[in-house]
Each structure stands twice: as C-alpha cells, then as structure tokens.
C-alpha cells in the first residue's frame, strides 16, 4: 500500500524557533512536495522537488527552506517561526514528472505562539 | 493572476440524490484536471484525472465533465450515501506551471444527509 508519512500530527512552536517537519515517502517516488492548507484558502503549495538534491519554489516560499538529501524524505524547515506560519501543512509525492496523482502524508498541524 | 473557485458554502443533500461541485477556473488554460476528497483532519485522496481533450470521465458514482470553453469542471456523485460526506478539491495543471505541479481550489464541503 501506498504510504506518505509526516514525522508529527500536531506541533507547537514558539515564534522564532527553528522547526523542522519531516515527510516520507515508500513509493520510490520522484517528486516530492510541500503544501500548506488554511481555511479558504486551499492548499498552496511551499515547495517542491524533482530529484535528490533538487528543489524548486512553489507559489509561498518565503519563510521556508526545503531539504532532500534521499529520494524518500523530504523536509520542510522554518528557520525562524513566526505566528502567520500557523497552518495545516501536508506533505504529497508523485510518481515522476508526467501528470499524475499526488498522494498526500495525513498532515501536520503547526500551531506557533 | 490565476484563480480557481469552487463554492465555499457547503452542499446538503439528500441521501440517493445526485451530488453536483462546481470548478470554475479564470486566467488559466489546463491541460487536466483532478479532483480529490478530503476528510476532516487528513489529507486529500485523488479520485479522477481528466484531460483538455476528454469531455467526460466515470468511476463507478462518480462522473467529471471539463469544458474548456466555460472554464468549468463538473463533478457529480449519483446515488449519494451519507459516507460520501466530505470535503472535494479540484485541481489543475498545465504547460504553463508545470504540469506536475498542482493548483487547487479551496474545495467545497458535501453534506449527505439520511
């Protein structure tokens, strides 16, 4: 069976502190990606990435840095949390780089006070 | 700038009845469309893909349309159950973004009720 997993449900942080959420994937997927979810605003996406060592800016990046050092794991990092950082965050991977499905890990809750 | 709309005010409907969502999409010419439903506290679970080119696409109750011309997806569920009851995204890609990466809309919540 498919499997996304995301290192943590739920997560509080104190503004500036350095968070790190982790996301793999058993898939041997390629691509990789970062979203965060906020009420009516949909899922927007932080980053992505192609391939190992890869990574791309997605539509927010700001605040955030990506690392993906093996194919499986994807980590998003917050150098320095700040309350508007509050947010679903949901991890998602994809076979490769032609259209198809995303499968999405079951999500962390940020909470920063 | 591209925007994609779907309705914010949940959908109630009766059990047996035929759900319909709508996605409407401004300022963006997809190559394809995907749907998918979320339920509370987890993440999104695809259903369908469709393409420019198709009109129409069917799994088992569920049936998707694509009119490039509207700029509008239309989703529906026939014989709804009260387990349909969900949270439904859609989503786009196209040559323009990269068609890997998605654009979603905020979804529309379903309500079945028995």
């Known amino acids: 069976d498919v499997k996304v997993t995301q290192s943590s449900r739920y997560l509080v942080k104190r503004t500036g502190e350095k968070v790190f959420l982790e996301c793999v994937q058993d898939m041997d997927h390629e691509n990789m990606f970062w979203y965060r979810q906020d009420p009516g605003l949909g899922l927007r996406l932080i980053y992505f990435s192609y391939d190992v060592k890869m990574k791309e800016k997605g539509d927010i990046p700001e605040g955030y840095s990506v690392s993906r050092e093996k194919k499986e794991r994807f980590s998003l990092i917050l150098e320095s949390a700040s309350t508007n950082q509050t947010s679903m965050y949901l991890c998602?991977?994809?076979?490769?780089?032609?259209?198809?499905?995303?499968?999405f890990g079951p999500g962390t809750r940020l909470t920063v006070l | 700038s591209q925007k994609i709309e779907q309705n914010s005010e949940a959908l109630n409907i009766q059990e047996g009845k035929t759900a319909t969502l709508t996605c409407n999409y401004t300022n963006y010419s997809p190559a394809y469309l995907q749907w998918y439903r979320q339920d509370p506290g987890r993440g999104p679970v695809f259903l369908l893909l469709?393409?420019?080119?198709?009109k129409e696409k069917r799994k088992e109750r569920l049936k998707v349309t694509f009119d490039t011309t509207l700029k509008q997806s239309l989703f529906h569920i026939t014989a709804s159950q009260p387990a349909d009851s969900a949270t439904y995204l859609c989503a786009l890609s196209g040559p323009s973004g990269g068609y890997n990466k998605l654009i979603f809309g905020a979804g529309t919540r379903l309500a079945v009720h028995p």
């Open positions: 998602a991977s994809s076979f490769s780089r032609g259209v198809n499905e995303q499968f």
């Open positions: 469709i393409r420019e080119n198709e």
